[in-house]
Every structure is written in C-alpha cells, then in structure tokens.
C-alpha cells in the first residue's frame, strides 16, 4: 500500500509565516483605539455645505474610508475636517479638504482622485503630470498695459519627502523642516544674498519685512481650522532677498512657499526670478537627501489638492471698470481658465485675476493662459469703454 510522505522541506510561505507576521507593518488604525460608532451615525451633516469635498462624499464612501489611516496616522475624518469646519457658500470654490502627507493620496485615492478631476475640470488621473520651468518659452507678460495692471505676483508652494505636511506634522518635524531650510538659505545667500527671520524671535525693527511687504500679524482663520496654525509661531519662518524681490515662507500652508511680488506690471520677470531660484532650493534639497515630492499623476504634491501638480499661483490685480458688469464675464472667465477676486470693497472695479488650474499644464502653460487673457480682459474693457461690442473678441474654451 503506497504511503504519502510529508515533503522535506514546507513550502517557503507557510514554513516562515510566523516570522512574516511578525514583521509585516501593522495598519496605523489597528493602533489608534478611537471610540466610534458605525459608519451611518458617524456620516457627517452636509446639508448646506457647498464644497467639492461634499459633492464627492457619500455615505458608500464614507464606509470605504472611514477605517483607513496613512502611515503618519492622519485619518479620513482629519481629511474631511477642513470642509466640516468652512462649509463655504453657494459661490465657495473651496475643496473642503487636506492632505496629512503624501500616503493620504494613496490610501485615500477613492476620495481624492475624485476631488482633483472635479476641481481640476478637465483633468484625468490616467495622466502624466509634466513640468516645464524654462521661463524663456514665456510669449509676452513684460508688456502689459500699466494703466490697467497695477501689480503681479507668482507663488509655488513645495513640501519635502519624509515628512508629514504642516495640517498634521509634528513640533519636532516642524523644527526639523526649519533646520533643514536655514542650511539651505545659507548656500542659497551665496547667489542671491538674503536674511531669514524666525517668526518666534522677530526684531523690534521689522521695516525690512514691511518693505518687502511681508505681514507677520496671527495666523489666518483658514490656517487655524486646517491645523496649519497649531503651536503658531514656533518653528515658522520667512526668508527674504536682500532686493526684497524674492521671499520663502516655512511651514506656512505646505513645507516651503516661495513668493516673487512686483510692484509693476512684468509678470515675466517675477516667474523667471521664482524659476531660477527654485530651481536652487530644489538642488540643494536633493544634496540634503530630502527632495520635493513629486508623483507623475500628481505632479508636486501638496497638502491641498486645489494646489498640486505645478503648485503655482499666478496673479495680476487688474483694473477692470466695463468688463465685470458685462453679462458674460463669468462665462469669459471660465473660458479662459482664469478665476477671480474683487479687490476692496464690493463695487470695486479692481480684480485678482489667477490661474483656476494647477495640474494638467506645465508651469508656461499656466502663465501664458494668464497673460493672453489679462490682456484679452484688457481690450474688451477698452472696447466698452468706447462703446463697442465684443462679440468677436469672445474666447473659445481652452
């Protein structure tokens, strides 16, 4: 009679499953011991709540999400939390969430994914990011009417791998994040001199910052209910060239936030002046062995989706006085993937005009959008102005 005989050796799997589980990671909310009921009475009210984190949310995906936590330990409700807190107006252009660190657009992406197409219009999470700081491939921006652009600005945010993002890091990753920059503003001072100022031990005589147009007043509510402004000012920071032209922000909204203000109209100098010098900081980071984050469907990732991919905020304010009233500015606007904010009081004839997208277009891209519809918003006040029609001038979508 034939006897079958164990094989002499277990397979591999079975014979070291105990050592496996041993060191597989745990899930970060196997050890967090919250006391929570279930997913139907923890949904959250969203009556009312106008932002796009609560035209995604549903209760199915509240239950898919509801249980999960990144690896640093940021949760989903700390996700949504933003939006609960600020649910916006019927107007709101708000995302209504954030980002714990780079994992929660991973462990979260049901959520997220979502978040980006809808804000982002247009956008597929199917694509590449590409980036392009070659500034010279910028046509125009150094030619604007003066009478009609009074001054522009062009902001990047930036956050560094191996740390949570400031909605949720901690006093001891803050204070690191801070080291970190001063060692890399003392290389950056060799090119373009600078002063960094820590918002914990500022002068008495504060007219350099003032100069510079730097407000160093309390957090705002936004950074107050994002989480952004817990243990405020410890560890926070700006830098600024010694022309005043260039500043860097630490630990602001995201890890770094590097500003270029002019008072003028030449939005093309201000973008090449931020190019040049974050291509800097970035080099110097990578010798540091901590990089900016970057993923290919994300681009640069940073704490507010509304932000990622480039990162980048252009903006002209722009005297606009027949335009705004005419019926179809909205439509113009969105056609030119621009937005906009008044500036003043309401009535005031004075707009913000920025760029509604940060993912899906290079960084030129982004700016020549900017540039040929301020001047295009330009010409048609003109056109009102002398009581023409602007019928021809109307853009199609971008």
């Given at each position: ?22 060191r ?6 196997s050890?967090?011991?919250?006391k929570r ?6 949904f959250?009210?969203l ?8 035209r ?13 936590a ?10 949504i ?12 252009e708000s995302?209504g969430?954030v ?11 049901d ?5 980006i197409?809808?804000?982002?219009h ?7 990011h ?18 009609y ?6 902001r ?5 791998e191996?740390?949570s ?10 204070r ?13 001072s060799?090119?373009?001199p600078?002063t960094y100022?820590?918002?914990k031990?500022?002068?008495e ?7 510079a147009g ?6 705002s509510l ?6 952004v ?24 909204e995201?890890?770094?936030q590097?500003?270029?203000t ?21 080099k ?10 970057w993923k ?9 989706p ?51 997208d940060?993912i ?32 021809h ?6």
């Open positions: 009679m034939w006897k079958l005989r164990p094989p002499l050796e277990m397979p591999l799997a079975t014979k070291y499953k105990s050592i496996l589980e041993q597989m990671p745990k899930d970060p909310m050890l967090i011991k919250l009921l279930s997913p139907e009475e923890e959250p009210d009556n009312r709540n106008y932002t796009c984190m609560a995604i949310l549903t209760l199915q995906m509240y239950k898919r999400q509801c249980g999960r990144s690896e640093s330990g940021f949760t989903f409700d700390d996700v939390r933003p939006g609960l807190e600020d649910p916006g107006g019927p107007c709101s995302v969430c980002a714990g660190d780079a994992h929660s657009y991973i462990i979260f992406c959520f997220f994914d979502r978040i197409e809808l804000y982002h247009g956008y597929k999470m199917t694509k590449a590409k980036s392009d700081f070659n500034y010279d491939n910028l046509k125009g921006g150094d030619d604007f009417d003066s009478q652009v009074l001054s522009c600005e062009v990047v945010g930036r956050n560094v191996e740390f993002f400031p909605p949720h890091c901690s006093r001891g990753e803050r690191q994040l801070e080291s970190l920059a001063k060692q890399a503003f003392t290389q950056l060799q090119e373009l600078g100022y820590s918002l031990d500022l002068p005589d504060r007219q350099e910052l003032l100069d730097v407000s160093v007043d309390s957090p936004v950074m107050m209910k994002t989480g402004a817990r243990d405020w000012p410890d560890a926070r920071g700006v830098w600024i060239s010694q022309d005043t032209k260039l500043i860097v922000w630490i630990n602001n995201d890890h770094l590097i500003v270029c002019q008072k003028g109209c030449d939005i093309r100098e201000a973008f090449a002046l931020v190019c040049i010098n974050l291509g800097r900081l970035e110097l980071y990578e010798k540091m062995k901590h990089p900016f984050i290919d469907h994300l681009g640069y990732v940073l704490s507010s509304a932000e990622v991919g480039t990162g980048l905020r252009a903006y002209c304010d722009v005297k606009l006085s027949h335009i705004h009233k005419h019926a179809e500015f909205e439509t113009i606007m969105e056609r030119l993937r621009l937005r906009k904010s008044v500036i003043g009081a309401m009535g005031s004839s004075v707009y913000k005009i920025f760029n509604a940060t899906g277009f290079t960084e030129v891209e982004l700016l020549q959008l900017l540039v040929d519809g301020v001047k295009l918003l330009i010409n048609m006040d003109k056109n009102l102005k002398q009581g023409s029609t602007i019928d001038l109307m853009p199609a979508p971008k």
